[in-house]
């Protein structure tokens, strides 16, 4: 496969989901504010810290207000990583690969940024709380309608790469800020546990973690994000998905590598598996979980210099 295809697949798929994400992170804390006793802008601040674009949202907006925040994060054009423009930058992704992608893809992918473009661009802003659940569904029909109508050959398995990767650093980031700021207050209070309940919602946790432990324990949380394997958004499956599919593309066998972007993928991947959350939580939640991102973007980058990276030199 052509390297500017997987690129434009991979960067398709990574737009998209954080695209979700962040319209799950921004929804998840208006509906908090709502349950709140004493509704003020110091839980607006977190969301920003989540993105790692703090400074560059001080510089612009200074005071990190709800309406600042949601402008900054959901319409604004100049900031690569709103909603808005992830949206165009997986619309141009797709458009380069229409011959690849299906019609149907394209089409949802056209109609998804041309929604959120009219919402930017409308005298009165449409109602927050319907604007995130209809791009949340855009989202969730844009992975179904890709996973239904397109072969899944190598460029869909680089799609799905793209996915993982990004949803699995954005529920390291979003269990980063929020369990420290919600740890010093423990859970004693009616308003603690709403900011647990919260932190599970920001990445569609709430229902399937009560499933599996029936009270809202800071240690079980951060256990079932981390390490549960059947679901979806925690770290665990997110690497075993993106694992699958790199040895898929490779042709090489499970437990075994063949080219850098596999060895270190593999290796944090079998590390989680051998790991406790008693040996994460004595050797600092943090500072695991900032070594976790780190150790993504550099998966994410020997993907990009395996796979994605052009090669314009010319054969001798």
């Known amino acids: 496969m052509l390297s500017r295809v997987a690129n434009s697949i ?3 798929n990574r737009y998209i989901e954080r695209a979700e994400n962040i319209a799950r992170f921004v929804d998840v804390n208006l509906n908090l ?5 004493v509704v003020n802008d110091r839980q607006w601040e977190p969301i920003v810290i989540t993105t790692g674009d703090l400074a560059t949202f001080r510089s612009r907006y200074g005071a990190a207000t709800a309406q600042n925040v949601v402008q900054f994060l959901t319409y604004d054009e100049k900031y690569p990583n709103s909603i808005l423009s992830c949206l165009q930058s997986a619309r141009n992704n797709a458009r380069s690969v229409r011959e690849i992608i ?6 949802q992918v056209n109609s998804f940024y041309f929604m959120v473009k009219a919402a930017a661009e409308a005298e ?3 109602d927050l709380p319907a604007f995130f659940a209809a791009v949340k569904m855009a989202s969730h029909q844009f992975a179904g309608v890709m996973d239904a109508t397109m072969s899944h050959n190598e460029a869909w398995h680089f799609g799905q790469i793209g996915r993982s990767i990004e949803r699995a650093d954005k529920t390291a980031r979003i269990l980063d800020v929020k369990y420290f700021i919600i740890l010093p207050n423990g859970v004693g209070s009616a308003l603690d546990e709403l900011q647990w309940i919260a932190l599970l919602k920001s990445t569609s946790a709430y229902e399937m973690y009560r499933k599996m432990y029936r ?3 800071p240690s079980d949380i951060a256990r079932f994000l981390i390490f549960d394997r059947q679901f979806p958004r925690s770290i665990q499956f997110c690497l075993h998905s993106a694992e699958k599919c790199l040895h898929l593309i490779s042709g090489s066998q499970s437990d075994t590598w063949c080219n850098p972007a596999e060895h270190k993928l593999g ?3 079998s590390e989680l598996d051998f790991l406790s959350i008693e040996e994460i939580t004595k050797g600092g939640l943090h500072e695991f979980l900032d070594e976790t991102q780190s150790r993504l973007n550099g998966v994410s980058q020997e993907i990009n210099d395996t796979f994605l990276t052009i090669d314009t030199r010319v054969a001798s």
Request: aromatic fraction near 14%; proline fraction near 4%.
């Open 33 to 37: 504010l709502l349950d709140s006793v």
């Open 102 to 107: 299906s019609s149907e893809t394209w089409e």
């Open 267 to 269: 290796k944090l991947r």
């Open 124 to 126: 009165t802003k449409p």
């Open 215 to 217: 009270r809202i324990n």
């Open 10 to 12: 991979y960067w398709l």
